[in-house]
């Protein structure tokens, strides 16, 4: 039977960086090094092959010109290649992943991301465990058809839809977590996969990749003492289309007058304004206590239990199309790829 060929995406992050001698400092390296690093590569039931970005980058450094590049190398390959493996820093990658998840329209292969906390050369790294799972994982199929077709993140041992991760914790090996949907998989003896968790789409069309983004858009973190100026300032910022607010709680704000004043003038010029809890589990329930009904009453959007990184990603998406307001609406309170429940 004909080995599932896999395509590896680096484009840069702790995985493949390494140390420079002088300044002490983590810099990304070239990628073949990376493979010559962990040579178990070449035990497993598959053929890989891989791409690297040209100038591998620390992923604080992510914006839409390189999640473009990551969706056209899968829309480039996607014949070719039964999986793929994106190799990311773990910074930014639950964001990188949410947006992926929506610009690849009609997906049925496995992109699976991953990355490390410790450098691979490192004599304590968890990159090859992460490395090699993903790669098992993407070559998974039943009579020829892939068991992942989705967008997943695979960090120390648990597989979890990308855009419902979020990055927990700056140095342990368990650095990610899915607070409102469980783990797709794990692995242990065994690849224990939770298949009623997976989504199994059969689409008619093949797959679209749509890369538009809107980037004119911002995230508030509310705090009690919140100043007028300065929600003001937001507000006024020029071009400025989407705004996420993250409340407290299951979606619940000042009452003050000027803070319902404010947003309720954005909303009739026409902003698109999101409720996020800022609570790590959990969703936002308007209406549920009075603090939140005058958000529902003014025309603001429930997010429900969406992660914040998922939110930028929906809405920089969501704006790159020409919809009215109740269609953007409709569209933001919908799960599209499994992103909220
Ligand atoms: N700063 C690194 C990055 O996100 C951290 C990592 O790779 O885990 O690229």
């Not at 969706?71 to 070719?80: F, V």
């Not at 998840?101 to 490390?116: A, D, H, I, Y």
């Not at 990159?127 to 998974?140: G, Y």
């Not at 004043?261 to 936002?284: F, M, P, W, Y």
Request: net charge negative; with cysteine.
């Amino acid at each position: 039977m004909r080995k599932p060929n896999i395509l590896l995406i680096y484009t840069g992050g702790t995985i493949g960086m390494v140390k420079d001698a002088d300044t002490g400092v983590l810099k990304a390296f070239d990628f073949d090094s990376l493979l010559v690093r962990i040579p178990e590569i070449r035990l497993l039931e598959c053929v890989i092959e891989t791409v690297s970005f040209e100038e591998p980058i620390d992923s604080s450094n992510m914006n839409p010109i390189y999640w473009e590049a990551m969706a056209k190398i899968i829309e480039a390959n996607y014949e070719k290649f039964d999986g793929f493996v994106v190799l990311h820093g773990s910074d930014t990658m639950s964001y990188s992943a949410s947006v992926l998840s929506f610009m690849l329209e009609n997906l049925e292969k496995p992109v699976v991301f991953t990355g490390s906390q410790l450098p691979i050369g490192d004599l304590r790294t968890d990159a090859k465990e992460n490395l090699i799972t993903s790669i098992q994982l993407a070559s998974l199929h039943n009579d020829r058809i892939p068991v992942i077709r989705e967008v997943c993140l695979y960090f120390e041992y648990k597989l979890y839809r990308g855009n419902r991760t979020t990055k927990i914790n700056a140095e342990h090996f368990e650095a990610f977590d899915s607070p409102n949907y469980p783990t797709l998989a794990e692995s242990g003896v065994h690849l224990k996969i939770n298949d009623e968790l997976l989504r199994k789409e059969k689409y008619k069309e093949k797959l679209i990749v749509r890369t538009q983004l809107d980037t004119n858009i911002g995230v508030l973190k509310l705090f009690p003492g919140i100043s007028e100026p300065l929600v003001q300032a937001i507000l006024n910022t020029k071009g400025l289309r989407g705004l996420i607010i993250e409340t407290y709680g299951s979606g619940n704000a000042t009452t003050e007058k000027w803070f319902i004043d404010l947003l309720e003038k954005a909303i009739n010029r026409g902003l698109h304004v999101i409720n996020v809890t800022q609570c790590s589990g959990g969703g936002v329930i308007m209406g549920k206590y009075d603090t939140s009904s005058q958000l529902e009453h003014i025309g603001i959007i429930s997010g429900k239990d969406i992660t914040t990184e998922a939110a930028v990603a929906k809405l920089m998406y969501l704006l790159g199309y020409n919809i009215s307001s109740e269609e953007f609406q409709f569209y933001f309170e919908k799960s599209l790829r499994g992103e909220m429940t």
